[in-house]
């Protein structure tokens, strides 16, 4: 039932390697289904906030041009495809190689946005979210982390195991607020699409949220939802459900970086049974980040597995991509999560080769999109 | 691969034999996954049409509450559940016991509909339909239907056979329009939830219909979406993209009765290299309606096979359910489908002594709600 693992050239664990092990050969040659949830908040549209999208106005359209690349290959809600200031491409690039080269089934979950993507997605009742400084940012939290219960549940039935994921700009700010208010961190550890975090932007606007919705650090830790509601984004209530449904019965890894960190923290308060059924499962890239330290929080919110799939730019032909590696981009839309569940689930067969050769061959499509 | 079927207790083939051994081997301890399409129109609340609701106006709630009964196992769009004039049950409570015994996981579309339900489903764009007599019955065709395309397609990735099936109120009357404009019955053949099935009611608004929509008899036999658009219902552009994605990988169960012959003539027009992938699953009740020929019907459409499960309400001490061997009901929610699909999946496992079982626990509980 359990083949030995040798896997360490593609994928590197980080944080609780004994619970790793036994979590990675339950989902050794295990069929595995991908799921992105989208939302987002106007608080993308701060300028200087988010890069995911070439202007702030675009960063709203970022998530569901993500999953319609996805599904058909393409953008239909906007033309090109997503990219921060630069040219430097959306990581649905890598998710896009790992699910055609895996052929896992994937669901796209829409936790609310203001542009809706052309793909069938599944619709939990989400609404788009407001600006966190409002201290109001989320409506319709408990339906929509009670429909993504179910939908944990549901896939959980079918499948041996689950990444799930998110794109929602502005993330890893509301990410941070998020932590804060349950007490998780209080050093700003967080990433960002650049390699200039705007730590300081990021800061203020978290301190005005929380301040807005009248609570301080750690004030909200046993309520999760009620943190999400006032200082989270859309991606969150549906996607802690999903994570808590389907991590009731089979392995899940929660893939991203911060943003997942988030939802993680949130679905350990709510439940903290299922601490065995999740790993974070994220980049090299990110690992690597001298600015952000997904290692620290992931510790600080359990000893929960964090594995990192080890794809690498430096060689890559294309500028766009060799700038993952100088600190852009580097997580989102699952692009580990699903790169490490392509790995495993084929037992070895996709590997970070074959990975960056289907890539490069997308890429060079894409770019005759841009 | 394919071990020695003896259903014949629990499910009994009418056409192609053959055909139907072939594809039932196939789906023999296979792991199957189960689809309910909503939608309704206007035409329901016609009075005299629809018995799917206690009122004309209740049919509009119907679909909904069919499907909150299969997650929840309660409705919440409205009181009590689902009924015929008379307190006979809906048939999602066949639906639910074959679910339930199966583990099967299962998907609700949402083709477009008057009232929400309260579940996770996929959103495709649709809108709930208008009266067939505007000519004009439905929004969006194109759209809902490469959406259903889709969904099909993703999962058919990861399960080996799929049962599509619908809720929609009215829907016989709009099944037989759509089968009227393309060709496939002059006659009216088509069943009713009611034992007095008003056919003359029915082929009056047909005909109303197919004048609004400037279409006689056979003229738009190859432009099944423009058939739906004009004369059919929001059902069933999703639940015609979900059988033609689903059955291009594995065998598709087409759940149902006359509604399910419209959706399966419409598939086959669009993709005829589906046929050996496609059987209709019904129940006994609706192969012994007098008032109706669903052998006929299928026939009709091509040399495709019909299964029907054996369910037999003679004995049950429940009036409201001995009512479905009067004729009241007989299917609908894809509860033959599924039950044959529960059969099928765990190799005779679940059979319909144990259905029964299960169904009349779960009536008793339902009864309390009623």
Redesign the interface.
Known sequence: MNPPIDISKDVIIHNAPRRAEEILSRMWGG?A?FTCTIGNTLTSTIPGVSDAGDTPELTLYTPSADVELL?HGRTICMDGIPINPGGIPTPATVTMAALALS?????II?GGVNV?P???????GGKAGRDIRTGEAVSNVQ?CYE??L??GD??G???DFLVASESCTGGTTTALAVLRAMGIIEENLVSSSSPNNPKELKDKIVSEALKAAGAEYGDLRHEPLEAIRRVGDSMMPANLGLVIGAARRIPVILGGGTQMVAVLAAALEIDPSIDENVIVGTTRWLINDRHSDIVRMVKSVGDIPLAAIQLDYTDSPYEGLRAYEEGYVKEGVGCGGSAIAAVLSTCGEVNCERLLQRIHEDYKEILKMI
């Open positions: 069929k289904v599904v052929e896992m089934p994937f669901h829409n809706l052309h793909v069938p997605y599944f619709d939990v339906e429909k993504g179910v939908i549901i896939l039935r079918s499948n």
